[in-house]
């Protein structure tokens, strides 16, 4: 037998839970359509054109890429006319775009990394696409930056979509975490994982670690003893995978376990962190607590910070939920670790 499709399961959850209704399910499925419009253009490639700089940058003073700009295209489009949506914000555009008034609007507000991992886009290795729904405050028409700033609890649902050898979709409606492969002759993503369960403890961690000069002295001792090995305090050999995309990384720790960690350094301590609060490190730590795991600050659960900024960011320690623990220790109590 087939496995279920995407909107098949939606609907069965909007049978099962009552915070899954039509309107969610309509943005669901056309953010997924969205992705599967990605996907093409990312196939082609040098042959459509789509490789290379955009020659602009973006609100965080980073050069976009052709694709960055293309996949954010992309994504307004396919959410503008539906009606399921009050406004939606990107890591591409410094504010938030609110729907245009020829439309009708919605009650959701949809947040989103449009192209995660664009370093790793010329060079042919996984990027993806990831995404925040929150619910827009009552009463309110004209969403502005302030609604967005909702704590990662207060999340609807969240997913991403990694382009990668196969097209996936993973997503939360907070009722665990399920897999979709992306059928690409009848182009309908197809149930292939359904409650995926990180394991509790690993022996791969995922770091940059060229930026080991820059760590706090907490990271430093963390990372010495993990490097150590079999004959240091942790007892056990560690592993080292570092894919530069975000997506890729959690999606080898939802597939096999491991623990993820951006810290804050000297490089990155006056922007508060590199990967962004509320359209990377929420969607993500979400789906990584639905899967069974852990994401912190190093210091506090990631879900629980009060955003302040609309592209805020965010040191985030995420994975194994044993592991997200150890490594948090070693930064709450020193002594303890
Ligand atoms: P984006 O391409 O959306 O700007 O995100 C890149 C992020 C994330 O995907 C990745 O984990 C991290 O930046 C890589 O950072 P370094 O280049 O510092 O390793
Ligand atoms: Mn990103
Ligand atoms: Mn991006």
């Given at each position: 037998m087939q496995p279920i499709s995407l909107t098949q399961h939606l609907i069965e959850e909007q049978r099962r839970h009552a915070n899954v209704n039509a309107e969610l399910r309509l943005l669901v499925e056309v953010v997924a359509r969205a992705c599967k419009r990605i996907s093409i253009a990312l196939g082609k490639g040098a042959l459509g054109g789509v490789?290379?700089?955009?020659g602009t940058g973006n609100v965080q003073g980073e050069a976009q890429k052709k694709l960055d700009v293309i996949s954010n295209e992309i994504l307004l489009e396919a959410n503008a006319w539906g009606g399921h949506l009050a406004a939606c914000a990107s890591e591409e555009m410094a504010d938030p775009y609110p729907i245009p008034d020829v439309y009708p609007k919605g009650n959701y507000l949809l947040l989103f990394d449009p192209l995660d991992g664009s370093s790793n886009i010329d060079v042919n290795i996984s990027v993806g696409t990831i995404f925040s729904v929150l619910r827009c405050p009552e009463g309110v028409v004209n969403p502005t930056e302030k609604e967005f700033?909702?704590?990662?609890?207060?999340?609807?649902a969240a997913g991403y979509c990694a382009y990668g050898p196969n097209t996936l979709l993973v997503l939360t409606t907070g009722h665990g975490v399920n897999v979709f492969t992306l059928d690409r002759e009848i182009g309908s993503f197809r149930l292939t994982r359904a409650n995926a369960i990180i394991p509790e403890d690993t022996s791969e961690f995922a770091i940059n670690a060229s930026n080991q000069r820059f760590w706090e002295p907490p990271m430093q001792r963390y990372v010495a003893d993990l490097l150590?090995?079999?004959?240091?305090?942790?007892g056990r050999d560690f592993n080292m995978r570092w894919v530069g995309s975000m997506v890729g990384d959690v999606h080898r720790i939802l597939t096999r376990g491991g623990v993820f960690i951006y810290p804050l350094d000297a490089k990155v301590k006056a922007k508060g962190g590199r990967l962004r609060l509320l359209y990377e490190a929420n969607p993500m730590s979400f789906i990584v607590e639905q899967a069974g795991g852990a994401a912190t600050t190093g210091r506090s659960r990631l879900m629980e910070v009060q955003p302040e900024h609309l592209h805020q960011r965010v040191p985030v320690f995420l994975g194994s939920k044993h592991e997200v623990e150890t490594a948090t220790r070693y930064h709450l109590d020193p002594a303890a670790a």
């Amino acid at each position: 037998m087939q496995p279920i499709s995407l909107t098949q399961h939606l609907i069965e959850e909007q049978r099962r839970h009552a915070n899954v209704n039509a309107e969610l399910r309509l943005l669901v499925e056309v953010v997924a359509r969205a992705c599967k419009r990605i996907s093409i253009a990312l196939g082609k490639g040098a042959l459509g054109g789509v490789l290379g700089e955009a020659g602009t940058g973006n609100v965080q003073g980073e050069a976009q890429k052709k694709l960055d700009v293309i996949s954010n295209e992309i994504l307004l489009e396919a959410n503008a006319w539906g009606g399921h949506l009050a406004a939606c914000a990107s890591e591409e555009m410094a504010d938030p775009y609110p729907i245009p008034d020829v439309y009708p609007k919605g009650n959701y507000l949809l947040l989103f990394d449009p192209l995660d991992g664009s370093s790793n886009i010329d060079v042919n290795i996984s990027v993806g696409t990831i995404f925040s729904v929150l619910r827009c405050p009552e009463g309110v028409v004209n969403p502005t930056e302030k609604e967005f700033l909702q704590p990662g609890t207060q999340q609807v649902a969240a997913g991403y979509c990694a382009y990668g050898p196969n097209t996936l979709l993973v997503l939360t409606t907070g009722h665990g975490v399920n897999v979709f492969t992306l059928d690409r002759e009848i182009g309908s993503f197809r149930l292939t994982r359904a409650n995926a369960i990180i394991p509790e403890d690993t022996s791969e961690f995922a770091i940059n670690a060229s930026n080991q000069r820059f760590w706090e002295p907490p990271m430093q001792r963390y990372v010495a003893d993990l490097l150590a090995g079999a004959t240091g305090p942790r007892g056990r050999d560690f592993n080292m995978r570092w894919v530069g995309s975000m997506v890729g990384d959690v999606h080898r720790i939802l597939t096999r376990g491991g623990v993820f960690i951006y810290p804050l350094d000297a490089k990155v301590k006056a922007k508060g962190g590199r990967l962004r609060l509320l359209y990377e490190a929420n969607p993500m730590s979400f789906i990584v607590e639905q899967a069974g795991g852990a994401a912190t600050t190093g210091r506090s659960r990631l879900m629980e910070v009060q955003p302040e900024h609309l592209h805020q960011r965010v040191p985030v320690f995420l994975g194994s939920k044993h592991e997200v623990e150890t490594a948090t220790r070693y930064h709450l109590d020193p002594a303890a670790a």
